[in-house]
Each structure stands twice: as structure tokens, then as C-alpha cells.
């Protein structure tokens, strides 16, 4: 069983609330049987591993697509990779179309090479709404609190 924490203000219990709200998103449509709850070794981010908080790979960890931009940058959700792979135009290969630093540069040749910068999350076969994209913005805007609140 994962711990609770009982809020002290109503700003924690809303920020616990929305921890909880993503939290569980996050389990049904990322992780356990779909794309992200995998075994580590076949993906790039597993969210296996904290049964109680699946935070840990992506608060502020770097991308591993494109390394200028954290998976999640609390309180910047338009610096957020999460919010580039939810929301950027695709092509017919349902791949993202992203438009990097005209310095960047990708890393050394590897078997992503033909990827790019990935598929749009989630696949179409899994969709999610547009309100629960809203849900991501507002959980990374408010800092992406954790189970506390914090």
C-alpha cells in the first residue's frame, strides 16, 4: 500500500488531487500493460519501478529524444517533452513533427536514427482526450506535484 499524506491547506490537497488524477493516467494509459510498463530493457522510459509514484523517469530528467528538453520541467509545460510527444503535428507514419535548435545536434548514430523524434503519444490505438492532455498541462504547470502534494 502506498502512503498517504493528509493535506495541510487546500492548495495542497488540489495539488494532491491532481497528483492523483495524473497518477492514475498515467497507469492506464502509459504504463502497466501498454507502451511505457514493458520490461526497461525493450523501452527508453519504463514507469515500472515506484509502485506508488511513477514521477521518478520523468521529473525533470532529460529527454532522451531530444536531450535540450526535460521529459517534464515542473511549472513549464511548454518546455516539456511530455507535452511536445502529447500535442505536436504528426505525419501519415503517425511520427512527430518537431522542429529542434538550429545548433542542436543529434547524438551518435544509432537504431532510433530512422524514429526521428518518435511517434506521437499515445498510439492511436489508445487514445487519450483532449481534456486529459489539459490534465498534463495543468499537473506540469503546477509544478507536477508528487503524492504529497509536494
Not at 492548495?11 to 514493458?38: K, Y
Amino acid at each position: 500500500m502506498c502512503p498517504t499524506s493528509s493535506c495541510e491547506t487546500p492548495a495542497q490537497c488540489e495539488r494532491q488531487a491532481l497528483f492523483a488524477e495524473v497518477d492514475g493516467l498515467l497507469r492506464r494509459s502509459c504504463g502497466a500493460a501498454r507502451c511505457h510498463g514493458v520490461l526497461p530493457a525493450f523501452d527508453l522510459l519504463y514507469l515500472g519501478l515506484d509502485p506508488c509514484d511513477q514521477r521518478a523517469p520523468l521529473v525533470d530528467v532529460q529527454s532522451v529524444e531530444y536531450d535540450r528538453m526535460q521529459r517534464i520541467a515542473p511549472g513549464d509545460p511548454d518546455n516539456s517533452w511530455l507535452m511536445v510527444k502529447l500535442t505536436a503535428p504528426i505525419d501519415e507514419d503517425y511520427r512527430i513533427q518537431f522542429t529542434p535548435d538550429a545548433d542542436w545536434q543529434p547524438p551518435s548514430a544509432s537504431p532510433w536514427d530512422e524514429i526521428g523524434f518518435g511517434i506521437r503519444m499515445p498510439p492511436p490505438s489508445n487514445p487519450i482526450t483532449d481534456g486529459e492532455i489539459e490534465l498534463f498541462h495543468r499537473w506540469i504547470e503546477a509544478g507536477a506535484p508528487g503524492p504529497t502534494g509536494n
